[in-house]
């Protein structure tokens, strides 16, 4: 039972950090049909905007009023790169065949990584460290140190920062989806582009608002991920890209509930795994397999996801 | 007076293929004119092509006195022009209010409400159900929706593509009949339909389409009675 509850919270936990990214899939193909498979470099970089935020500006100083002016760097970084992405590379191939932007998202998720790993540490003016191997993540206080104990489980503290991200995080993307003007223009895209434009939507901008949205939540993330492991390095958003990629699919890709209901359902399912799955194929090692094991699951028998509906109203 | 809306010479091609062919006609203010002819004569791709969803290969388009031509679609309902296209293209999964109000969104005066008063008093079961998802709905109260949503953005020039595809008999005529009632509340209307009989009855000024140019035009009567009209779509002999 215990190692349930352990389990339970790991889960939710690596979940909470999926769901993050995941929404920045499913917001974006719901508005273009594009998997951006850069996206979980924007989450790589909103880790180092918030280490270079620190770096520039609060260099050894770990009280927590210095965490949101970090999460504020990141989402700027994150976003401005999400934006320019978008606009230098997928807007002039939007009428191209899809294969086209498919590869290009790729190559600017290798281009990105590269990036970071040659150049962070030639950035003129500042000393920023090499990130050619990991780099030590700002431990801020109340966030990190000592876990909280309930019974015999073991809570940590960026582990309740990661869940807390997602709850405000949710709960924001739910008031801006439903409640405002854009979020209202931005269904309309999803559902019927060339309708939207008849109703004075301007779908360029919805197209660069959803990018925005998408980093936001990735950038939130990558801040979330540095504190819980303590270190970042330029491929971190490789493998957290994919499984948050898997999470988005696993939900009902297009589907904004879907990424988190799906990036909370792969995070239990690999923390059970792990925990529950005997022998030769249990234990931490073999998570990854059983997390893609899923994917191809769900692909077979529910190819629209759990909360996926998307297919129906494509006349 | 200059027409309200001045097409000239309008040509419109998909890749090599030329849908229209040159066309011109105009509208005046407070007429309803209407576009009838077969299926692929050109009719929906002139009216997406006036709205800015599509661009013409040559020739102009203007409106209210301003070329229109390259004004991009989504800067063209703020004019006064609304299209409600072909097959209806509600936003099936947002509620039948939310469609409304996406109608209303270019504006940004504060009379939306009385306007959304306005629709549900046109059409009273949209009110009935404005909370509904509009995917949910009937042909029939799916053209209400879009018609209601397109009067959402106050246009003065309305377009109507095939409002009546696909209705049962009454309620085809529910729907002719509020073109008139929009007609006599002031908004001027270019109607495209197949049933050419119905449009021709209300039209006061109708242009045959086919294959992409204007074979025949006149007052809506001279086309009930030319007896090339009533041979080709009236489906007499």
Known sequence: ????????????????????????????YGIVQLINFAHGEIFMIGAFGALSTWLIFFDGNLALWVLPLMILGAVI????????????????????????????????????????????????????????QRVPFPQIE?????????????????????????????????????????????????????????????????????????????????????LQVTNINFRMGFLAGLKAFTAAVLGGI????????????????????????????GGSPWKDVWAFALLIIVLVFRPQGILGAKVVDRA | MSPMLEVKDLEVAYGKIRAVKGISFDVNEGEVVTLIGTNGAGKTTTLRTISGLLRPSSGSIRFKDQDITTVPAHDIVQLGLAHSPEGRRIFPRLSVQENLLLGAFARKDKEVTNDLQAAYALFPILEERRNQPAGTFSGGEQQMLAMGRAMMSRPQLLMLDEPSMGLSPLMMKRIMTTVTTLQQQGTTILLVEQNAQAALKRATKGYVLEVGSIVLSGTGAELLSSDDVRKAYLGES
């Open chain 1, 1 to 28: 039972m215990d190692a349930f509850a352990q389990q339970l919270v790991n889960g939710l936990t690596l979940g909470s950090l999926y769901a993050l990214i995941a929404v920045g899939y499913t917001v974006v």
């Open chain 1, 77 to 132: 970084a994150s976003v401005t790169t999400a934006v320019l992405m978008e606009r230098i590379a997928y807007r002039p191939l939007r009428h191209a065949p899809r294969l086209a932007p498919l590869i290009t998202a790729i190559g600017i998720s290798i281009f990105l990584q590269e990036a970071v790993r040659l150049f962070y540490d030639e950035v003129p003016f500042f000393d920023f460290p090499d990130a050619k």
């Open chain 1, 142 to 226: 109340v966030v990190t140190g000592p876990a909280f104990q309930l019974g015999n489980v073991t809570i940590q503290r960026s582990a309740l920062f990661t869940i807390g991200c997602l709850v405000m995080c949710s709960a924001g993307l739910w008031y801006f989806v439903n409640r405002t003007r854009t979020g209202k223009g931005m269904q309309a895209v999803s559902q019927d582009p060339d309708t939207a434009r008849l109703m004075g939507i301007n779908v360029d901008r919805i197209i660069v608002v959803a990018f925005a949205v998408g980093a936001t939540l990735a950038a939130v993330a990558g801040v979330a991920q540095g």
């Open chain 1, 254 to 281: 297009g589907n904004v509930w879907g990424a988190v209901v799906g990036g909370l359902t792969l995070g239990l399912v690999e923390a059970m795994a792990v925990q529950f799955i005997p022998g030769t194929f």
